[in-house]
């Protein structure tokens, strides 16, 4: 069974940075390509980000870009979000995800659709405020 954790959400200023995990359990993330995804209060859920399994990344949101950015450590089996410059608007609940189907797991989606992404983490929560 395909698992993953998210954590790292937290309370955080107006421009500072967090950095979010993707951990995975029971299974080698290496062969995953990873969406990034965050739901605020009210919103429907939106897709950002995703990171390949070669570590390319691809942004989905101009509002992301040259501040939002995510990297791999295949060592500790984890995708990484990292996020700076952070706004009172991005608060929200972050997810990560997978494609679980073979063939299609490697790659990013070329849709930031959620509903492409059928293996999810838990959530965490990011709170922007001063």
């Known amino acids: 069974q395909l698992q993953l954790v998210e954590s790292g959400g937290g309370l955080v200023q107006p421009g500072g940075s967090l950095r979010l995990s993707c951990a995975a359990s029971g299974f080698a993330l290496d062969y995953y390509a990873i969406g990034w995804f965050r739901q605020a209060p009210g919103q429907e859920r939106e897709g950002f980000l995703c990171?390949?399994?070669?570590?390319?990344?691809?942004n989905y949101a101009d509002s992301v870009k040259g501040r939002f950015t995510s990297s791999r450590d295949g060592a500790r089996n984890t995708v990484y979000l990292q996020m700076n410059d952070l706004k009172p608007d991005e608060t929200a609940i972050y997810y990560c995800?997978?494609?679980?189907?073979?063939?299609?797991?490697?790659?990013?989606?070329?849709?930031?659709?959620?509903?492409?992404?059928?293996?999810w983490g838990q959530g965490t929560q990011v709170t922007v405020s001063s």
């Open positions: 990171i390949d399994n070669g570590g390319h990344v691809t």
């Open positions: 995800a997978l494609r679980s189907r073979r063939g299609l797991r490697f790659m990013c989606s070329t849709s930031p659709s959620p509903g492409v992404y059928d293996v």
